[in-house]
């Protein structure tokens, strides 16, 4: 491993989709940021111009792409995409409503809401399958970009799911971790770890 401080992370949210607004789950569709989620998009680029940034990461899916690209174009980097960065697959549940997944599997749906981690979404994922995913992305990260400031473009869940896992929180946290669209989170680095910014 080399030497210096683990990275320093800005994770960041898109900006506002459709389906953000219709309260859908998006998962992995490739559903783009809409006219309010490209203003919080620039906004953000705002708000981060005075922040150290070496490298940027981005989920593969546009609406993370995109704002990834607009803050990288302002420092003249490029956007490396990382496929462990896409969003929890919710396989069948993919753009429904919560209430329409209750409907469908009210059972599985209560679980979803007061035990997610034991919930895998039909023909999807679980938690810890993108848990798994996150883990295997931080611990490159670490090895690869000591001493280094990222920046990483990703997903409602997925950055639930990354902020208990670099802050070493516990599972009954992830209803508790909200980040807005187009909002973001630091990350300081602390040892072999992180606290939150």
Same mark, same amino acid.
């Given at each position: ?78 956007? !490396?995409?990382?496929? !462990? ?11 429904? @409503? ?26 999807? !994922? ?28 990703? $997903? ?34 602390? @040892?072999? @770890?992180?606290?939150? $910014?």
């Amino acid at each position: 491993m080399s030497q210096g401080r683990m990275p320093a992370i800005v994770l960041v949210r898109h900006g506002e989709t459709d389906w953000n607004r219709l309260g859908l789950l998006q998962g992995r569709a490739d559903i783009p940021m809409n006219e309010r989620g490209r203003a919080q998009a620039r906004e953000l680029v705002g708000a981060l111009a005075d922040d150290q940034i070496d490298l940027i990461y981005s989920s593969p899916l546009s609406r993370a792409r995109e704002l990834a690209e607009l803050i990288a174009e302002e420092r003249g980097l490029e956007v !490396e995409i990382a496929p !462990e960065l896409v969003e929890l697959s919710y396989g069948l549940w993919q753009g429904m @409503g919560l209430d329409a997944c209750a409907r469908c599997n009210p059972g599985l749906e209560w679980r979803f809401r007061h035990d997610p981690w034991r919930v895998r979404f039909p023909g999807g !994922e679980t938690l810890a399958d993108l848990r798994e995913r996150v883990r295997g992305f931080l611990d490159r990260i670490r090895i690869e970009h000591r001493g280094e400031s990222l920046l990483i473009s990703g $997903h409602g869940h997925l950055n639930r799911v990354f902020m208990i896992e670099a802050l070493n929180w516990s599972e009954g946290e992830f209803w508790r971790i909200e980040q807005e669209n187009g909002s973001y989170t630091r990350l300081e680095p602390e @040892g072999e @770890g992180w606290i939150l $910014h």
